[in-house]
């Protein structure tokens, strides 16, 4: 029998252009998020920072289509990293995840200045969550040639 | 940029498999992985093909490249070397050929000390033989396939 473990809000920054860019006027939602039987076994195979990768990979899957009504189009691989594109490859979309609470700015930063430098030169979304505050942040940006 | 021309299905089949087969490569289960990073791969090829047919070029390269990278991931080097040397004739971006360019040397190096070093010192008359104390650094592996 699987069970809910928590039901959160994550909460999008207005000042973020999602609105802007897209005119939707929604700025938060709310994930449930269910355990599935003996999930806990992971961490004894899975390093936890693989843990908290693929758990922020899953709630930004949830939260983009949520609030951006973009499709989770594909997944490409280049060297060892997985891009994760929308709308038929139309935005690049970078995630992130981490535990500590006062990394949120300072990766969802870092993660921006690696979508602008992007090889593709596309636009795209950046998602980075906390579990540990269960903020995040979400937002749009274009590329950037440099 | 206008994606009509490939088939979604495909897409979608080939990144659950790219998304699986690193699930299992971070658990460890590295046949596994390489398996489905083996399957990825012909997948992507067939996307890349595609996007060819409908002059799409620039989605084809990063077809290629993710077709390359699968390979790679599943020890199957030559392969992606012939495949990243397709993106880089097709690529029409600086700086995307230039990351191309610098795996397809990494997947070179690789090649060259499996073959140039490890192999030689275990394979020996079409059989396999224990490794030899010294034969592999440490970091180093090797990729047998049987014959």
């Not at chain 2, 990073?37 to 989605?59: I, V, W």
């Not at chain 2, 699968?70 to 097709?90: F, P, S």
């Amino acid at each position: 029998m699987q069970k809910i473990l928590c039901t959160t809000q994550w909460v999008v920054p207005r000042r973020d252009s999602i609105r802007a860019h897209r005119g939707f006027s929604q700025t938060w939602c709310k994930i449930q998020v269910e355990t599935f039987p003996e999930c806990r076994r992971l961490f004894q195979t899975l390093q936890r920072e693989a843990i908290v990768e693929y758990a922020a990979v899953a709630a930004a899957f949830l939260i983009v289509t949520g609030l951006t009504q973009k499709s989770i189009a594909e997944v490409t691989l280049r060297g060892n990293k997985a891009d994760y594109f929308l709308d038929d490859r139309q935005y690049l979309f970078e995630i992130s995840g981490t535990e500590n609470a006062e990394h949120l700015a300072s990766r969802h930063g870092e993660k921006v200045r690696q979508l602008q430098a992007n090889p593709f030169g596309k636009d795209g979304y950046v998602f980075v969550c906390c579990f540990s505050n269960q903020k995040a942040r979400l937002s749009f940006r274009h590329f950037e040639a440099r | 940029m206008e994606n009509q021309n490939h088939d979604r299905n495909l897409a979608q089949k080939k990144s659950l498999l790219i998304i699986q087969a690193q699930f299992q490569q971070a658990l460890g289960q590295h046949g596994e992985a390489a398996r489905l990073f083996l399957e990825a791969a012909l997948l992507e090829e067939k996307l890349a093909r595609q996007f060819r047919q409908a002059d799409q070029n620039e989605d084809a390269v990063l077809s290629l490249f993710s077709a390359a990278s699968c390979y790679k991931n599943a020890g199957q080097l030559a392969q992606a070397i012939a495949l990243a040397d397709e993106a880089i004739a097709l690529s029409v971006s600086e700086i995307f050929t230039k990351e191309i360019r610098q795996f397809r040397n990494e997947c070179e190096l690789t090649l060259t000390t499996t073959r140039g070093r490890n192999l030689r010192g275990v394979v020996r008359n079409g059989a396999v033989h224990p490794f030899e104390p010294g034969v592999l650094a440490e970091g180093q592996f090797v990729t047998i396939t049987a014959a």
